[in-house]
């Protein structure tokens, strides 16, 4: 399922990300130099571990990040219909809107900040939507 989102909390997210990656990256370098330099197994295992874990949280969010980063740059636009209101975890309001790609339709619920609720026609309105 892909989410329409607004430019803004595309970078908003990608500057997150960019911090989060920065502080687990350095966390990464500390942890393996610790590791490396300590003389007791345990420490050594315990901070291997540690250094796996953090491994484990930066894949998955460099994946993220790339996705988001395609989405800013992307300049593939369709024809998306809103059909209705729906409530998007964490945020509150939002719409529900569906599209179709290569003749596949997909569907989702997104907020719609900074836009005013009044100011976008639901159901039956027709937008374009970046994919």
Not at 3 to 31: C, F, H, M, P, R
Not at 36 to 58: D, E, G, N, T, V
Not at 73 to 99: A, D, P
Request: proline fraction near 2%.
């Amino acid at each position: 399922m892909l989410l329409l989102v607004t430019d803004q909390e595309l970078i908003a997210a990608q500057v997150v990300k960019s911090i989060l990656l920065l502080i687990i990256g350095v966390s990464l370098v500390y942890n393996i130099r610790l590791a490396l330099r300590s003389s007791q197994l345990r420490r050594r295992i315990l901070r291997m571990m540690l250094f796996i874990f953090l491994l484990a949280i930066a894949i998955p969010m460099v994946r993220w990040f790339q996705i988001d980063a395609a989405m800013l740059g992307s300049q593939n636009f369709v024809k998306g219909k809103t059909t209705g209101l729906c409530e998007v975890f964490g945020r509150g309001r939002g719409i529900s809107f569906e599209y179709e790609v290569a003749g596949r339709k997909h569907v989702g619920c997104s907020t719609f900040h900074p836009l005013e609720l009044n100011s976008i026609k639901v159901p039956d309105g027709y937008y374009l939507v970046r994919y």
